[in-house]
């Protein structure tokens, strides 16, 4: 045991003040081992939300706008395959035309034509309705333009006769026939029109009949 009487030293001190330490150590970790430790998770963005809302809304519109797109690829793609079946004997039936027109020529000019020639002018008035007829199996119409207004979407004036009998701009005579392909003009039809009449639509014209005049009686 140390003697009171003696000097004290830093030595001294310590030793003393160690169980002192120990003491309150002690009472520190007691005093821990009663509080639960926080547990802490790491806090989402606040607009984390938001954002993946914006991407959703971008996605949606993207898939829209491809849909709209393939959907208008598909409708041009099946109306230019329409067009295509439509209209691929245009050139050939373009060819076939001059056929028509030199047999309709042979039947004007068969006019003074004997009784030994009335079978061949038979002939060729069956091969012009057969030629009609197939023509018009594969949409090709003839124009049948007389007696109607003229309209220079299908037709082509070669003169003008005067004929105050008809409205002015009708159709009196038809040169060379025109053909239509479907709804598109194959040859505009040649045609001559009636000047010097009442004007259309006046209260002297005769009521106008339809346009162009597709002939399908053939």
Same mark, same amino acid.
């Given at each position: 045991? =140390?003697? /009171?009487? #003696?000097?004290?030293?830093? !030595? %001294?001190? %310590?030793?003393?003040?160690?169980?002192?330490?120990?003491?309150?150590?002690?009472?520190?970790?007691?005093?821990?081992?009663?509080?639960? =430790?926080?547990?802490?998770?790491?806090?989402?963005?606040?607009?984390?939300?938001? !954002?993946?809302?914006?991407?959703?809304?971008?996605?949606?519109?993207?898939? @829209?706008?491809?849909?709209?797109?393939?959907?208008?690829?598909?409708?041009?793609? !099946?109306?230019?395959?329409?067009?295509?079946?439509?209209?691929? *004997?245009?050139?050939?039936?373009?060819? @076939?035309?001059?056929?028509?027109?030199? @047999?309709?020529?042979? *039947?004007?000019? #068969?006019?003074?034509?004997?009784?030994?020639?009335?079978? +061949?002018?038979?002939?060729?008035?069956? %091969?012009?309705?057969?030629? +009609?007829?197939? *023509?018009?199996?594969?949409?090709?119409?003839? @124009?049948?333009?007389?007696?109607?207004?003229?309209?220079?979407?299908?037709?082509?004036?070669?003169?003008?006769? =005067?004929?105050? #009998?008809?409205?002015?701009?009708?159709?009196?005579?038809?040169?060379?026939?025109?053909?239509?392909?479907?709804?598109?003009?194959?040859?505009?039809?040649?045609?001559?029109?009636?000047?010097?009449? =009442?004007?259309?639509? #006046?209260?002297?014209?005769? /009521?106008?009949?339809?346009?162009?005049?597709?002939?399908?009686?053939?």
């Amino acid at each position: 045991m =140390p003697d /009171p009487t #003696s000097p004290r030293t830093p !030595e %001294t001190e %310590t030793a003393d003040e160690a169980p002192t330490n120990a003491a309150a150590a002690t009472d520190e970790q007691r005093a821990d081992g009663t509080v639960e =430790p926080e547990v802490t998770e790491p806090a989402a963005p606040a607009d984390r939300t938001a !954002e993946l809302e914006a991407a959703v809304a971008d996605l949606r519109d993207r898939f @829209l706008r491809s849909h709209a797109e393939m959907e208008n690829l598909r409708r041009r793609t !099946e109306r230019e395959v329409q067009d295509a079946r439509k209209y691929a *004997l245009t050139a050939f039936a373009r060819d @076939l035309l001059s056929v028509a027109d030199n @047999l309709r020529r042979t *039947l004007e000019s #068969s006019g003074s034509a004997g009784e030994a020639a009335k079978p +061949l002018v038979e002939g060729v008035e069956l %091969t012009e309705r057969e030629l +009609l007829k197939t *023509l018009d199996k594969h949409g090709v119409a003839k @124009l049948d333009p007389k007696g109607q207004p003229f309209d220079p979407n299908f037709h082509q004036a070669m003169f003008e006769a =005067p004929d105050p #009998s008809v409205p002015n701009g009708t159709v009196v005579q038809v040169v060379q026939d025109g053909y239509v392909i479907g709804d598109r003009l194959l040859r505009p039809a040649m045609v001559g029109v009636a000047r010097g009449g =009442p004007k259309p639509g #006046s209260a002297e014209a005769a /009521p106008a009949e339809p346009k162009a005049g597709v002939d399908r009686t053939a």
